[in-house]
T-cell receptor, first 112, second 116 residues
Framework: SQQGEEDPQALSIQEGENATMNCSYK?????LQWYRQNSGRGLVHLIL?????REKHSGRLRVTLDTSKKSSSLLITASRAADTASYFC????????????FGKGITLSVRP | EPEVTQTPSHQVTQMGQEVILRCVPI?????FYWYRQILGQKVEFLVS????????KSEIFDDQFSVERPDGSNFTLKIRSTKLEDSAMYFC??????????????FGAGTRLSVL
């Protein structure tokens, strides 16, 4: 089993539409984060939600966390062509030096 | 805005050669990491480093790998004798892990290692 599995694997939407990406995980977590990666580039942190939080907003991003279902969703509202990228969820466990465990990622294409 | 810097951006090497990948973490950060991403696959944890010693390492991080913080700013990953399967993008990350910020890890742009 894998920690941090996203679905769908790929998503193609029209500019202006909302994009919803889901992530599931297997073990207990401390935090869940979403990162974005443009093709061949580094990982950019988007948003972090703690295990005792249920929802968080940052600009056009909304992330939810359901620890009972071990799942999270990332909503990007009013998508733009510049949102085209791969999106990864990553979890960590309690501890000051905790590694991140990444999912396989979702490829989002926003058509202009 | 402070950022994690990695050099080189692309390293080509022959199988069996030693490579050193370099990283300059964000200056006030205390925790450092290396991850790798084989083309088309997910990002995998290699090693974490704190207080001048390895905190945790994955199964991937075998005796061919080592990390070092040779001075107050650099953090290096050495692969002693590269194999074809070491070809990947290697990412360095750092975090301050202050309580309010949680475990937000800031990543460099990566070094693409190509082993021929």
């Amino acid at each position: 089993s894998q920690q941090g599995e996203e679905d769908p694997q790929a998503l193609s939407i029209q500019e202006g539409e909302n994009a919803t990406m889901n992530c599931s995980y297997k073990t207990s977590i401390n935090n869940l984060q979403w990162y974005r990666q443009n093709s061949g580039r580094g990982l950019v942190h988007l948003i972090l939600i703690r295990s005792n939080e249920r929802e968080k907003h940052s600009g056009r991003l909304r992330v939810t966390l359901d620890t009972s279902k071990k799942s999270s969703s990332l909503l990007i509202t009013a998508s733009r062509a510049a949102d085209t990228a791969s999106y990864f969820c990553a979890t960590d466990r309690a501890g000051a030096n905790s590694k991140l465990t990444f999912g396989k990622g979702i490829t989002l294409s926003v058509r202009p | 805005e402070p950022e994690v810097t990695q050099t080189p951006s692309h390293q080509v090497t022959q199988m069996g050669q030693e490579v050193i990948l370099r990283c300059v973490p964000i200056s006030n950060h205390l925790y450092f990491y290396w991850y790798r991403q084989i083309l088309g696959q997910k990002v995998e944890f290699l090693v974490s480093f704190y207080n001048n010693e390895i905190s945790e390492k994955s199964e991937i991080f075998d005796d061919q790998f080592s990390v070092e913080r040779p001075d107050g700013s650099n953090f290096t990953l050495k692969i002693r004798s590269t194999k074809l399967e070491d070809s990947a993008m290697y990412f360095c990350a750092s975090t301050s892990h202050s309580g309010g910020a949680g475990n937000i890890q800031y990543f460099g742009a990566g070094t693409r290692l190509s082993v021929l």
